[in-house]
Protein backbone atom coordinates (compact mmCIF):
# COMPACT_ATOMS: atom_id res chain seq x y z
CA UNK A 1 0.00 0.00 0.00
CA UNK A 2 2.95 2.59 0.80
CA UNK A 3 3.79 2.44 -2.68
CA UNK A 4 0.25 2.75 -4.17
CA UNK A 5 0.17 5.76 -1.95
CA UNK A 6 3.31 7.18 -1.91
CA UNK A 7 5.55 5.84 -5.06
CA UNK A 8 7.69 4.22 -3.42
CA UNK A 9 8.63 0.62 -1.68
CA UNK A 10 8.35 0.49 1.94
CA UNK A 11 11.43 -0.88 3.97
CA UNK A 12 9.80 -4.10 4.51
CA UNK A 13 8.55 -4.06 1.04
CA UNK A 14 9.34 -8.17 -0.18
CA UNK A 15 9.63 -9.56 3.21
CA UNK A 16 6.38 -11.81 2.82
CA UNK A 17 7.37 -12.82 -1.13
CA UNK A 18 11.17 -13.97 1.01
CA UNK A 19 9.29 -16.02 3.46
CA UNK A 20 7.22 -18.09 0.63
CA UNK A 21 10.37 -18.40 -1.41
CA UNK A 22 12.04 -19.93 1.67
CA UNK A 23 9.36 -22.40 2.49
CA UNK A 24 9.37 -23.14 -1.50
CA UNK A 25 13.32 -24.20 -0.54
CA UNK A 26 14.06 -21.37 -3.01
CA UNK A 27 16.92 -20.06 -0.61
CA UNK A 28 19.35 -17.80 -2.68
CA UNK A 29 15.81 -16.14 -4.42
CA UNK A 30 14.70 -15.26 -0.88
CA UNK A 31 17.81 -13.52 0.10
CA UNK A 32 17.67 -11.58 -3.22
CA UNK A 33 14.19 -10.55 -3.10
CA UNK A 34 14.86 -9.52 0.82
CA UNK A 35 18.55 -9.74 1.92
CA UNK A 36 17.67 -9.31 5.58
CA UNK A 37 15.75 -11.86 5.88
CA UNK A 38 18.49 -14.74 7.68
CA UNK A 39 19.35 -12.31 10.26
CA UNK A 40 15.79 -11.49 10.30
CA UNK A 41 15.10 -15.36 11.54
CA UNK A 42 18.12 -15.27 13.74
CA UNK A 43 17.17 -12.53 15.82
CA UNK A 44 13.70 -13.49 16.65
CA UNK A 45 14.65 -17.11 16.64
CA UNK A 46 17.59 -15.32 19.51
CA UNK A 47 14.66 -13.96 21.22
CA UNK A 48 12.63 -16.93 21.42
CA UNK A 49 15.14 -19.07 22.65
CA UNK A 50 15.66 -16.36 25.27
CA UNK A 51 12.18 -16.69 26.11
CA UNK A 52 12.55 -19.98 27.74
CA UNK A 53 16.46 -20.40 28.46
CA UNK A 54 17.70 -17.03 29.79
CA UNK A 55 21.57 -16.43 28.02
CA UNK A 56 24.19 -14.52 29.42
CA UNK A 57 24.18 -11.36 27.83
CA UNK A 58 21.29 -11.98 25.74
CA UNK A 59 20.45 -7.63 25.83
CA UNK A 60 23.66 -7.02 23.98
CA UNK A 61 23.35 -9.96 21.33
CA UNK A 62 19.76 -8.87 20.78
CA UNK A 63 20.93 -4.94 20.45
CA UNK A 64 24.12 -6.30 17.90
CA UNK A 65 21.14 -8.18 16.43
CA UNK A 66 18.82 -5.35 16.26
CA UNK A 67 21.77 -2.76 14.75
CA UNK A 68 22.66 -5.64 12.04
CA UNK A 69 18.99 -5.92 10.61
CA UNK A 70 18.84 -2.07 10.69
CA UNK A 71 21.81 -2.03 8.63
CA UNK A 72 20.60 -4.92 6.25
CA UNK A 73 17.09 -3.14 5.75
CA UNK A 74 18.06 0.70 5.57
CA UNK A 75 20.50 -0.46 3.05
CA UNK A 76 18.15 -2.43 0.76
CA UNK A 77 15.99 0.71 0.90
CA UNK A 78 18.26 2.99 -0.02
CA UNK A 79 19.96 0.69 -2.72
CA UNK A 80 16.03 0.03 -4.79
CA UNK A 81 16.54 3.91 -5.44
CA UNK A 82 19.82 3.22 -7.46
Do not use: E, W
Request: charged fraction near 10%.
Amino acid sequence: MNKKFFGVDCPGCGIQRSISLILQGDFSGAFYMYPAIYSLILLFGFIGVNHFYKIKYANKIIISLLVINFVLVFTNYINKFI
